[in-house]
C-alpha cells in the first residue's frame, strides 16, 4: 500500500481504537492535506455503500479488469486464497514459497457503475511484499482496517514454526507476535485463525488441541485456552453471536465451541449423509440471516449448509469438483445472496441463494476463469468486483510427450505449457457491463 505519513516500530500494536468500527459520516477520521490520493479522494466512495447484488453477474457479466502472476513454474508459486481488505482498497493473499502480497484496486475503478468488455486488463505488482518465512497457514485482515487511518492497516498470519505475526500494511513491517504454548510450554504455530467480529479486540487462533485467545493489544503469550479433542483446521465467528466458535477439524468433525463455558457441541455425525469426506478446511456463516453457516472438505465435492438451531443434518448441499487436498475456499457476498466457490478445474461456481431453480435448489452459474485449479475466491465489500487465486502443486517429471526446458540456474524442468500451470490473482467484474455487439 501506499506509504502512510509516519511509520511503526515493529513492536508497536499502534493503539487500535476497537470501540467503535461502524461508518458514521459525520465522524470519520480526519487526514493531513499530503495523504496519498487514494485514501483520501477514493476512501467516501467506499464507506457507507453496498451495490445492489442482483446485477451481479447479470447476462453472464463477468470481465477480467486486473491481473498479478507468478510465471516461475519452477518455484510452485501457486497462490492459498485471497482476501479483499475491509476496506476494499486492496487484496490479501499468500502464495507458495513466496510469502503474502498485498495488490491494490486500480484508481479507475473505484466508484464504478459500469465497465466495458473493451476495458484493457491491468498488469498488477506487489505493493506490499512479506518475503518467505515458512508456510502460510492462514491470515485474517484486522475487521476494523480502514486506509485513512494506518494504525488500523495490519492483518495477522500464523506460518508454520512461527507464533501468530501481526503485519503492517502499509510498510510490510512485523508490529508484534501472539504466542501460543503446548504442553511441553513450547511455541507452536496455529492451524486457523480469526478475530472477534464485533470490534476485532480479540484473536483467536486453533491449535492441534485446543484453542487460544489473544488480547490483540498485548502481544505474547495467550490469555486463554480452550481444550478441544481434535484439531481446529478452520474456524468461523458469527458477529450475532460473538462467544461462539465454529470450528472444523481434519478428522472430518464440525464443532460449536461456547467460549464462556468451555462447552462443546458436536455438528452432524459420522454418517455419510451427515458429514464430509475428509479434512474440514472452511466455515463461513452467511450475513443475511447469521444463523445459516456452510462448511467444505478437502477432496469432497459437497458443501453443506448447517442451521445453528439444529444441527443434527444439514439443512441443504451443493456440489462442486473439488479433487485436492488443497483447500478450495467459498464466500458470501456482503449482502448474503450469493455464495461463489473455487473448483479443481478452474471453474467458478456462483449460487442465486434467492432463486430457486425448478427442483427447489439455488440457481446455478458456470465460469470458466483459470486453467488451472481455482483455489481462492473473495467478494469485494462494497463494489460489483471479485477476486480470484489459482495455482497447485504440480509434479515437474519428464515425460516423453511433454515439452520441458531447463530453467537457468537450477536443475529442475520448467512444466510444460500443456500442463496448464497458472499462478495468478486475478480481479473480475462481475456487475453491469458493456459489451460490444456481435
Given at each position: 500500500m501506499t506509504e502512510p505519513i509516519g511509520k511503526f516500530e515493529e513492536s508497536d500494536v499502534a493503539g487500535l481504537d476497537v470501540s467503535?468500527?461502524?461508518c458514521d459520516e459525520t465522524e470519520q477520521p480526519s487526514t493531513e492535506q499530503?495523504?496519498?490520493m487514494q485514501t483520501e479522494e477514493l476512501q467516501s466512495e467506499t464507506d457507507c455503500y453496498l451495490r445492489s447484488e442482483d446485477e451481479f453477474f447479470k447476462d453472464a457479466a463477468f470481465i477480467e479488469v486486473a491481473r498479478c502472476s507468478w510465471d516461475r513454474a519452477t518455484r510452485q508459486n501457486y497462490l492459498q486464497g485471497c482476501r479483499w481488505s475491509p476496506d476494499g482498497t486492496?487484496?490479501?493473499?499468500?502464495?507458495?514459497n513466496d510469502g503474502?502480497?498485498?495488490v491494490e484496486l486500480p484508481t479507475d475503478l473505484y466508484g464504478k457503475d459500469v465497465v466495458s468488455e473493451n476495458r484493457p486488463v491491468d498488469i498488477l505488482s506487489s505493493a506490499v511484499h512479506v518475503p518467505e518465512g515458512g508456510l502460510v497457514y492462514d491470515y485474517a485482515w484486522y475487521p476494523g482496517m480502514n486506509s485513512t487511518r494506518p494504525e488500523t492497516c495490519c492483518w495477522i498470519a500464523s506460518r508454520?514454526?512461527?507464533p501468530i505475526q501481526l503485519w503492517d500494511a502499509f510498510t510490510g513491517a512485523l508490529r508484534c507476535s501472539y504466542k501460543g504454548y503446548d504442553q511441553y510450554d513450547e511455541v507452536e504455530a496455529a492451524l486457523s485463525l480469526t478475530f472477534s467480529p464485533l470490534d476485532g479486540s480479540t484473536i483467536y487462533g486453533g491449535y492441534k488441541k485446543s484453542i487460544k485467545s489473544f488480547d490483540l493489544n498485548v502481544p505474547g503469550r495467550e490469555k486463554s485456552t480452550f481444550r478441544t479433542k481434535s484439531t481446529a483446521s478452520c474456524m468461523t465467528i458469527a458477529s450475532t453471536m460473538p462467544h461462539t466458535i465454529v470450528f472444523g477439524s481434519w478428522n472430518r468433525s464440525i464443532s460449536v465451541l461456547d467460549v464462556r463455558s468451555g462447552e462443546t457441541l458436536p455438528v452432524g455425525n459420522y454418517a455419510p449423509e451427515n458429514s464430509h469426506n475428509a479434512g474440514v478446511t472452511w466455515l463461513g456463516f452467511a450475513p443475511d440471516t447469521e444463523e445459516i453457516f456452510v462448511s467444505g472438505a478437502r477432496k469432497d465435492s459437497r458443501i453443506y449448509f448447517w442451521d445453528v438451531r439444529n444441527l443434527k443434518t444439514p439443512v441443504r448441499t451443493l456440489?462442486?469438483?473439488c479433487?485436492?487436498?488443497q483447500r478450495i475456499w467459498l464466500d458470501f457476498s456482503p449482502q448474503g445472496q450469493w455464495l461463489v466457490s473455487g473448483d479443481t478445474r478452474g471453474i467458478l461456481h456462483a449460487w442465486n441463494l434467492r432463486e430457486d431453480t425448478d427442483t427447489g435448489e439455488p440457481k446455478e452459474l458456470q465460469f470458466p476463469v483459470h486453467w488451472d485449479c481455482l483455489n481462492g475466491v473473495s467478494f469485494h465489500p462494497n463494489a460489483s468486483i471479485m477476486a480470484t487465486a489459482s495455482g497447485q502443486y504440480h509434479f515437474t517429471t519428464p515425460t516423453a510427450d511433454a515439452e520441458v526446458k531447463d530453467e537457468p540456474g537450477t536443475d529442475a524442468p520448467i512444466p510444460a505449457k500443456e500442463s496448464n500451470v497458472e499462478n495468478s490473482l486475478t480481479l473480475w467484474w462481475i456487475g453491469?457491463?458493456?459489451f460490444s455487439e456481435e
Open positions: 467503535d468500527n461502524n499530503d495523504e496519498p486492496c487484496v490479501l493473499a499468500a502464495v507458495n503474502m502480497h498485498i508454520q514454526h512461527e456440489r462442486r469438483c479433487a485436492t487436498n453491469k457491463g458493456v
